[in-house]
């Protein structure tokens, strides 16, 4: 950024050097980020996230090369596949990929296959985006906005990680089949191996060493085997690497439990993937609307430091509100918040585009899935203005 700013007038740069940091500056390769805004709500939110991506690129200088593609049910009506091999080829080669929404009631009798969730889980198995970090935060405007009591939730800070690319979702056996007596069996198989459980669990102690120190690892091993081997596994990563951080197990029955009756008790909550899908979605209504969460999901680093990750709002494609501008995109955005601090290096710029979030809400600007008494309501468009016009 340095070279970029440079004042090429200055007797500073020489004419050898201006060449030389020139020639460099032409070598860099631009960081491409590619927008899949999928279906229903999915591409009013993403048209936020690209607005914001532009005012980054145009106000700070920054370099993001945007790439939009067909992904889910619209992808399907187009080209009769979910993900098509040239959308996929993008995403192996993009440094980030920011996802919308997949889904809905028009392609419910779609063949498992063409479904348009088949997209999103081929994104994550083949890219190998093993860990999915869901934050559940209770933003003090927003304290109201959610169903339990404001001393319950009033600052609340989890960060969930669940497994993404092992377990029921993709263990096998796995199908339907017909038996005796004219019935079928629907089979799904739950497996996990060591490997799969002590990276996610790394990532899971890494976070929490830079937060409150606490690991709450949640599994079912009082009935399930693969239960059992989560928690020995765990346990045994914590006993070899992880000493000074504080851990706890808990069955993810009892998990669910003490997410409503005290959630301020966790700090970091590892998962599998089934339990995660489902504690994350009821951790995220402590906070009063699926519309303000982001998450991250993220593959193994490589040699250079480098990884590939997605980033999506953890609310689905709501259909039943498409089209009609009132959808929250402070989930995308938020998403985008994680992408440049996990994916790009680029803190300072999350630091300032969380705040102008925050700074938007304590001026009392809503959505309608978060409207209360005395304050604002806008559009979807609106609130995406509203941020940039903070980030100015």
């Not at 995403?91 to 889904?103: D, F, P, Y």
């Not at 993404?164 to 199908?175: A, M, W």
């Not at 693969?226 to 765990?234: F, H, P, R, S, T």
Request: aromatic share 6%; glycine share 8%.
């Amino acid at each position: 950024y340095e070279i970029r700013n440079c004042d090429w007038s200055s007797d500073v740069c020489s004419s050898d050097l201006t060449k030389s940091l020139g020639y460099l500056m032409i070598k860099v390769k631009k960081r491409k980020i590619l927008l899949l805004p999928g279906d229903g709500i999915g591409p009013e939110v993403i048209a936020e996230v690209k607005k914001i991506i532009n005012w980054f690129n145009d106000k700070k200088s920054l370099d993001f090369e945007i790439d939009q593609e067909l992904v889910g049910g619209c992808s399907y009506d187009k080209h009769g596949t979910p993900i098509t091999d040239e959308v996929f080829y993008k995403a192996l080669e993009s440094e980030v990929i920011m996802l919308g929404a997949v889904g809905g009631p028009t392609w419910d009798n779609l063949e498992f296959s063409k479904k348009p969730e088949r997209a999103l889980l081929k994104l994550r198995k083949e890219l190998k985006l093993f860990a999915n970090l869901r934050p559940a935060i209770c933003f003090k405007q927003l304290v109201d906005a959610s169903t339990l009591k404001p001393e319950i939730v009033s600052g609340l800070d989890i960060m969930i990680v669940r497994e993404l690319t092992g377990g029921i979702y993709f263990g096998e056996p796995r199908g339907i089949k017909p038996i005796e007596n004219g019935e079928r069996k629907g089979i799904n198989t739950h497996t996990y191996t060591t490997s799969e459980i002590t990276r996610v669990a790394r990532i899971a102690f890494d976070l929490a060493r830079k937060r409150s120190n606490k690991v709450t690892s949640c599994e079912k091993s009082n009935v399930m085997e693969a239960g059992q081997l989560w928690k020995e596994e765990v346990q045994e990563l914590h006993e070899k690497e992880y000493k000074d951080v504080e851990l706890s197990h808990m069955l993810a029955d009892n998990c669910a439990m003490q997410l409503l009756r005290n959630p301020k008790q966790f700090d970091v909550i590892v998962t599998d993937n089934l339990f995660g899908d489902m504690l994350s979605d009821q951790a995220s209504m402590l906070t009063g609307s699926l519309g303000l969460l982001p998450s991250a999901s993220l593959g193994a680093k490589n040699k250079d430091g480098e990884m590939r990750a997605m980033y999506e709002p953890i609310h689905g494609s709501a259909p039943d509100i498409a089209g009609k501008g009132i959808a929250n995109p402070i989930a995308s955005i938020l998403s985008f918040a994680m992408a440049l601090r996990y994916s790009l290096d680029l803190d300072k710029e999350a630091d300032i585009l969380e705040k102008a979030v925050q700074d938007v809400l304590n001026d009392g600007l809503r959505t309608k899935d978060i409207m209360s008494e005395g304050m604002k309501e806008t559009s979807t468009s609106a609130m995406g203005d509203a941020i940039i016009s903070k980030l100015q």
